[in-house]
């Protein structure tokens, strides 16, 4: 049976990333070593570092006021390292709170200084997002999960604002071209849309750093990671490189403008047949929905379970909800084939 993969992450990646992957295990770029088996100071590595951030500073169109790093410790540590090195007593952050990852930095940055929560959308379950916020006095930074990956819910327009802007990409990192210079701060854990678990990508404007009195420990420090190449200490090799094979992927394919279209057309056909089915209902905003993850749910909640077993029987692989949200979420990351949303739609008019 041919499975379709709609993981929310890790999640599906290209074939000819895996392939080459794979390939590299026993014998990286014929040097007649296993990837896994040379030093991260070799110049073999080096060269995977380097090209890995040439590649996102093209993407992202953004020049050497830029520095892009790849650590470690999820998106879940930048929840923490953010305001470790950005925010102190004499400033405050302000957050939007627009679902489960944007609480997690709310609760991190809290440890590190004032915390100002500009949206709030649990009043209405976190199905739409609120932009007009307003930044009290003293505001350090600003901080938005881009693409919030349980709800549903995307960021189209960023907000416009005169403090530095923070982005949690994670889930929706170069699914199109993006306006990226409008962010100070962005960062990504790799498994979502850029590669494998273990790495995460961090892009800082490097004149933003150096401004908090704490003492900050090296490794948690950005501006040590900086000055260190991203190779302060070993890295998580293996992710870096699967993440360089997808970063060439996206540039061979037509780079981000073409990820863009296909984009579109999954998610448009997705929301059309939710939309066109009574069966189905989609509670996000429509001008809010996410192109990455779609969350909706049965008319009927009776009818979820064997909605569930359907896709199961026909290899739809990881469409059910979040825990704390349930219903059906069917992740559309850059990888992931029209086929795939044309055979899930299809098993929808069906079911329906
Ligand atoms: C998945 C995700 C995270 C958490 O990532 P980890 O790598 O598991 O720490 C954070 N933010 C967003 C938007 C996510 O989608």
Redesign the pocket.
């Known amino acids: 049976m041919q499975l379709h993969n709609f993981n929310?992450?890790p999640a599906i990646l290209p074939k000819e990333v895996l392939d080459e992957a794979s390939a590299s295990i026993h014998n990286f770029n014929n040097t007649g070593l296993s990837i896994l088996e040379i030093g991260h100071r070799t110049s073999w590595f080096v060269e995977v570092v380097e090209e890995a951030k040439a590649t996102v500073k093209r993407l992202m169109d953004i020049g050497d006021d830029y520095e892009v790093l790849f650590l470690q410790?999820?998106?879940?540590?930048?929840?923490m390292q953010v305001p470790m090195n950005l925010l102190d007593e004499n400033g405050s952050a302000a957050i939007c709170d627009n679902?489960?990852?944007?609480n997690?930095?709310v609760k991190e940055a809290k440890l590190f200084g004032p915390v100002t929560v500009v949206s709030d959308t649990s009043d209405k379950k976190h199905t739409y997002l609120n932009k007009q916020l307003e930044l009290p006095a003293g505001t350090t930074y600003l901080h938005i999960?881009?693409?919030?990956?349980?709800e549903g819910t995307q960021w189209h327009q960023y907000p416009q604002v005169n403090v530095p802007l923070i982005g949690?990409?994670?889930?929706?990192i170069f699914c199109r071209p993006t306006e990226f210079k409008k962010f100070d701060l962005i960062y990504?854990?790799?498994?979502?849309n850029m590669g494998a678990?273990g790495v995460?990508m961090v892009v800082v404007k490097k004149s933003i750093l150096g401004k908090v009195s704490r003492k900050i420990p090296a490794i948690l420090d950005y501006q040590k990671h900086i000055e260190a190449g991203s190779l302060l200490n070993t890295p998580p090799v293996f992710s870096i490189y699967v993440s360089l094979l997808t970063l060439r992927w996206i540039e061979k394919e037509g780079g981000l403008a073409e990820m863009e279209k296909r984009n579109n057309a999954k998610a448009t056909l997705l929301y059309n047949t939710i939309d066109s089915h009574p069966a189905f209902y989609c509670p996000i905003a429509k001008e809010d929905r996410s192109i990455m993850n779609a969350v909706f749910f049965l008319t009927d909640p009776e009818k979820e379970a064997s909605f569930l077993d359907l896709c199961k029987k026909q290899g739809m692989i990881g469409v059910k909800g979040y825990r704390t949200v349930g219903g059906i979420r069917v992740s559309m990351y850059n990888a992931l084939p029209m086929s795939s949303v044309q055979a899930f739609c299809k098993l929808m008019e069906d079911f329906s």
Not at 99 to 102: L, S
Not at 188 to 192: D, E, V
């Open positions: 929310s992450g410790g999820g998106a879940t540590m930048q929840f679902g489960v990852w944007g997690k930095a999960t881009t693409n919030n990956t349980v949690d990409m994670s889930s929706d990504a854990g790799a498994q979502k678990a995460t």
